[in-house]
């Protein structure tokens, strides 16, 4: 990790980065930003604290962010610590009413608590919540095979609006819940995109492990660094896409179509990804907009 810091800059130099910050909190002040948060920038403890420093800052210079968190890497961990060996049914992974649990247990009781705490240390203003709570994400089983993995059939922001209205810091586990109380494991991405829609996010910001979207995923030079929702159907048809990018790409043009002013694949590796983003006239990452 870069130890590069502002401290290092002459006098003239930091009072550049500040300035190009301007327009930036003119324009984004009052309005809200979705981060996913994931992939091994949440892993890293010190970017963990950048991260947290980044939302922070976005909150204090006006902006409403919205954490929105995966962590499958984390149950995963767990469900082995455990001694449980994961089912798979097709290729896909199945998530029984144990496996659920765990999930549940990872995502609400530990990965949410910890971003929670990272941001509160700075300023008591984060407050976690899962999709279950006060009916925010309606989710219904993908496929009855696999078990209590969930697809949104709807996001109701109230209780979002009402925790920005306080001008806090929502932080949310992606487990949604049925109308019978039924939970299930809903896939961050997709819930970050839903959310997004549903607040007329002007941003979604995804934070992961790679620089971008590649054209050719095994050259880290071969990033995309803009594209149009239309354009992203092409890549998505196009077969040169697989993995975790799949449903973050699907994610960006159903955010973006549905409302959302731009999406964003950035590297959470890099030390404040999300400020470079946000704040400066670096273009780092890929950005979808609409056509
Ligand atoms: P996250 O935890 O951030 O959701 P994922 O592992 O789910 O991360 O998704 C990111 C991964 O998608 C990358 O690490 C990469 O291996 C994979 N991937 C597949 N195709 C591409 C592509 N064309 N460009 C970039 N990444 C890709
Ligand atoms: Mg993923």
């Not at 130890?3 to 800059?9: E, H, P, Q, V």
Request: hydrophobic share 50%; net charge negative.
């Amino acid at each position: 990790m870069s130890s590069a810091n502002i401290t290092t800059l002459a006098p003239p130099q930091k009072a550049a980065v500040l300035a190009e910050a301007l327009p930036y909190i003119r324009r984004f002040w009052g309005k809200v930003v979705v981060v996913k948060y994931g992939g091994s920038a949440m892993e890293d403890r010190a970017l963990a604290g950048l991260f947290a420093q980044d939302v922070m800052l976005m909150r204090s210079v006006g902006m409403r962010p919205v954490v929105v968190h995966g962590g499958g890497p984390q149950i995963g961990a767990l469900m082995a610590r455990l001694g449980m060996v994961p089912e798979f049914r097709d290729g896909l992974r199945v998530t029984d009413a144990d496996t659920l649990d765990v999930a549940r247990m990872v995502l609400v009781g530990k990965v949410n608590r910890d971003i929670v705490s990272a941001i509160n240390v700075l300023g008591p203003l984060a407050v976690g919540l899962s999709g279950e709570d006060a009916g925010f994400i309606q989710a219904v089983a993908r496929n009855p095979d696999l078990g209590f993995v969930g697809d949104v059939v709807q996001v109701n922001p109230s209780i979002i609006e009402r925790l920005l209205a306080q001008e806090l810091i929502p932080v949310v586990a992606t487990i949604g819940s049925d109308l019978h109380g039924q939970a299930y494991n809903i896939n961050a991405d997709v819930a970050a995109a839903a959310i997004a829609a549903a607040l007329h996010a002007e941003k979604l910001v995804y934070l992961t492990d790679v620089v971008g979207l590649l054209s050719d995923v095994g050259d880290p030079t071969s990033l995309v660094p803009t594209l149009t929702v239309d354009e992203l159907d092409a890549w998505l048809a196009g077969g040169k896409v697989s993995g975790g990018m799949i449903p973050k790409l699907a994610s960006c043009a159903r955010a973006v179509r549905g409302g959302v002013g731009q999406a964003h694949i950035l590297d959470g590796r890099v030390p404040h990804a999300l400020l470079l983003e946000v704040f400066t006239n670096e273009g780092i990452g890929t950005m979808i907009g609409p056509s």
